[in-house]
């Protein structure tokens, strides 16, 4: 049976989608099939991950909101080599859409901060890449809401991953980024590569050319890094780009 038709039958007589979501997600899907996309990422920061683990057939990655299967997404082409890892969003629209094209991935349901417990999530609609639990979203949120929270060193502990290098993680959650990755001992787990959204929120027009790498150089996201040995090395559209000291060579 055909990708398309797979979609339809789980999908569409299903109380849970309306009409709507399934055409998007099959569009992207005969998009996908069609086209012969080079980079699935927003600004080809795919294209340096691969590069960088050009020679590593098999891998482990995390990607903290991960939004779309291959749309937007950091670890599709590393999927596509025959990676695995652990996909985590806030939207369960996601994640179900996760769980049916990245069947060898662990995809879970729930927002990470530096503490469990419960947060408010700002919403603006289910698929929103910007809905957020950082207080940046508050003013615009159509409605907020309260959403459990866990931490990355508890899903790792829980995962079938657990004991699995980490070779990547990808973090991008709209203003979230530093409880994230303080959700997660890195002295313990040591990831080799970690590229994580950077917006500075106070630029009238968030665009790439407005950018100032001394907000980057002085902000709390890269004192963290470098305070548990990782090295700034690229810096992609809205993405910094960390590696450990100890691949360096």
């Not at 299967?69 to 996760?98: A, M, V």
Request: charged share 30%; hydrophobic share 35%; with cysteine.
């Amino acid at each position: 049976m055909k990708l398309e038709e797979k979609i339809k039958e789980k999908y569409l007589y299903s109380e849970k989608y309306n009409l709507i979501k399934v055409l998007y997600f099959c569009i992207q899907v005969f998009k996908e099939k069609k086209f012969i996309k080079k980079s699935y990422s927003d600004g080809a920061q795919d294209l340096i991950i691969n590069y960088f683990f050009k020679n590593k057939k098999k891998g482990f990655y995390i990607d903290v909101g991960c939004y779309h299967p291959f749309n937007r997404n950091n670890t599709k082409l590393l999927y596509d080599k025959g990676w695995s890892g652990i996909n985590i969003d806030l939207d369960f629209h996601t994640i179900d859409f996760f769980n049916f094209v990245r069947k060898r991935d662990e995809n879970i349901n729930i927002a990470i901060s530096d503490k469990e417990g419960e947060k408010d999530l700002y919403f603006f609609h289910n698929c929103s890449a910007i809905n957020s639990l950082s207080t940046i979203r508050k003013e615009k949120a159509k409605e907020i809401k309260k959403i459990k929270t866990k931490t990355l060193n508890s899903v790792l502990e829980s995962s079938k991953f657990k004991n699995e290098k980490i070779n990547l993680i990808s973090i991008d959650v709209e203003g979230h980024e530093l409880e994230v990755i303080k959700s997660i001992d890195l002295k313990k787990y040591i990831p080799e590569m970690i590229i994580i959204e950077f917006i500075d929120f106070t630029m009238k027009d968030i665009e790439f050319h407005n950018q100032n790498v001394d907000v980057v150089l002085d902000s709390e996201i890269y004192k963290h890094m470098i305070k548990n040995d990782y090295y700034f090395v690229n810096w992609l559209h809205s993405d910094l780009i960390f590696v450990h000291k100890s691949i360096r060579t």
